[in-house]
């Protein structure tokens, strides 16, 4: 009688060892180990002198001024200095006024905000100093609080260089162009005309705009969400970004969504229609390197 021996199955052949280096090879590693290690070790110790000093070295100033009441327009000037700009609606506001907190140099003047008025409207301009080496200590927040009245009635227009706009209140109109940051919109406004070279054009919540929205973004993404009556006309354009609008329902709308690159996508989920006159709202998008899509808000 056979016995019932199983034979085990040989286990699979072991992969091939990598070939062996070379001195040389050897060596070269064994450097590019020792110059990663000496970056990431020089670089900490730098980062954390380079703190310490600024820490040492820097202090908060603060200014205010007040606003006419009767105002119409207003121009906002940061310049270089890299700021966060806040346009605010407060109900509790007796009158308006510009409160500028800026983190700079123990030596330095500080905090400096100048406001002049003439025929045209009102001016603020934030004054101090701008350097290129730690910029971060020169950072600071200029807010603009007015009565929710005033704010329905004017129309502001903002100019930076550095820094973000976050426009939080309602306002007649509000035209922002900005070189480096990004801008957040919440509120509303009859007309909304942004240009920014280096940052997002986002809405934080939806926004309802009365008759036209414009934004454009050398660098950066375009996401508007509507709220309401649509604008009458939306133009979009985002040389290298994504453009996301959301309409509200029921349209119809007159759609002209485009991208330059035939690897990138253009979506559109909303009711549509060729006759102008009977669309709710023409909505132009374009994404040169970027992908579009309008959806309907949910």
Known sequence: MTSGVITPTPPPPAPAAPPPLSPSGRNTVRVLLIVAASVVLIGTVASLGVTAFGLS??????????LPAAMRS???????????????????????????RQVDKRQSPGAALVVTNDPTGTRVSARGQSSTFMNWHH?????????????????????QEDGALMAQADLDQLIARTEDGSVLLSGSARRIEIDSRDGSVITRDPISVGESFTATATDGDITADFKDAPPRTVDVTSRDGDVKIALPAPGP?????STGDE?????????????RDAAAAVITARAVDGDVTIDQLQ
């Not at 310049?79 to 609606?89: D, E, Q």
């Not at 950072?139 to 129309?155: F, I, K, N």
């Open 57 to 66: 070295a820097m202090r908060v100033t603060k200014d205010t001024q007040p």
């Open 74 to 100: 207003l121009a906002i000037d940061t310049g270089r200095l890299p700021t966060l700009i806040r346009i605010v609606a407060d109900r509790k506001a007796a009158e308006p006024r510009v409160d500028l």
């Open 139 to 159: 950072g600071g927040q200029l807010t603009v609080t007015l009565p929710p009245e005033l704010a329905r009635r004017l129309s502001v227009t903002v100019q």
């Open 253 to 257: 709308y007159l759609v002209n969504a």
């Open 263 to 275: 690897d990138r996508t253009t979506v559109v989920r909303v009711p549509q229609t060729s006759d």
